[in-house]
């Protein structure tokens, strides 16, 4: 099936600093991405959905200026979480559909797990 | 009200055991509805789509009753391999789109 890859797989960074996350497809197109934020033992959350070529939207409650979304290619999609700080610790998981159109082909990354110190 | 709510577990099983997840969704639009298997510290994977008419695979059978918005999975014959969170999700669209997740239903097996 379809492989999603994500870089780096944790990182771990000090208070002020940016960290820039990358999600790509390995075997397919994907124009749009999807960038979740998973806190312990809380379900994931849409951050946000990258679109190739244009503005990423941002879902309600997501600062846009704080996580920067570019999608400067069919295969990969970056997250800068910019000027990070503790309460920025989780684990972020990038997602692209697949090709086929199928409504139940949307393969997720092995998630990146950040911690701020 | 979460738009997707789950019972936390966790649920402690024995081997051989069969056990059934359940999940309420809030969004009566929603057209897409699927069970999503994340081991500790791992990503999502998917484990089935769920139908109006029910669908099984294996030892694992889900269910979807629209008028009540409720999900079920049920897995029988449970293996220690089955230890992990068990996600309900689900979509307002019947596209690879926007997914919403539960928080997840933890299953441990034991011996």
């Known amino acids: 099936g379809a492989v999603v890859s994500q870089h780096p797989s944790w990182v771990i960074c000090k208070s002020g600093t940016s960290v820039k996350i990358e999600c790509r497809s390995l075997d397919f197109q994907a124009t749009t991405m999807f960038w979740y934020r998973q806190f312990p033992k809380q379900s994931l959350m849409l951050m946000a959905t990258?679109?190739?070529?244009?503005?990423?939207?941002?879902e309600q409650g997501v600062e846009k200026d704080k996580f920067l979304i570019n999608h400067a290619s069919l295969t990969l999609s970056t997250l800068t979480v910019t000027s990070a700080h503790p309460e920025d610790s989780s684990f972020y998981i990038c997602?692209?559909?697949?090709?086929?159109?199928?409504?139940?082909?949307?393969?997720f990354g092995p998630g990146t797990r950040l911690t701020v110190l | 009200r979460k738009e997707v709510e789950q019972d936390p577990g966790p649920f402690n099983v024995p081997e051989g055991a069969t056990v059934a997840f359940n999940c309420t969704y809030s969004?009566?639009?929603?057209?897409?509805f699927f069970w999503y298997r994340q081991d500790c510290r791992k990503e999502p994977k998917l484990l089935m789509s769920v139908y109006s008419s029910g669908n099984e695979d294996g030892r694992f059978t889900a269910q979807l009753n629209r008028a009540s918005q409720y999900i079920s999975l049920l897995i029988r014959d449970s293996k220690l391999s089955d230890s992990a969170t068990y996600l309900c999700?689900?979509?307002?669209?019947?596209?690879?789109?926007?997914?919403?997740f539960g928080t997840g239903t933890r299953l441990q097996v034991t011996l």
């Open positions: 990258s679109n190739e070529g244009s503005k990423a939207t941002y």
């Open positions: 999700v689900v979509s307002d669209t019947g596209t690879a789109s926007k997914l919403t």
């Open positions: 997602s692209a559909p697949g090709t086929s159109g199928s409504w139940d082909t949307q393969y």
């Open positions: 969004n009566s639009a929603s057209q897409s």
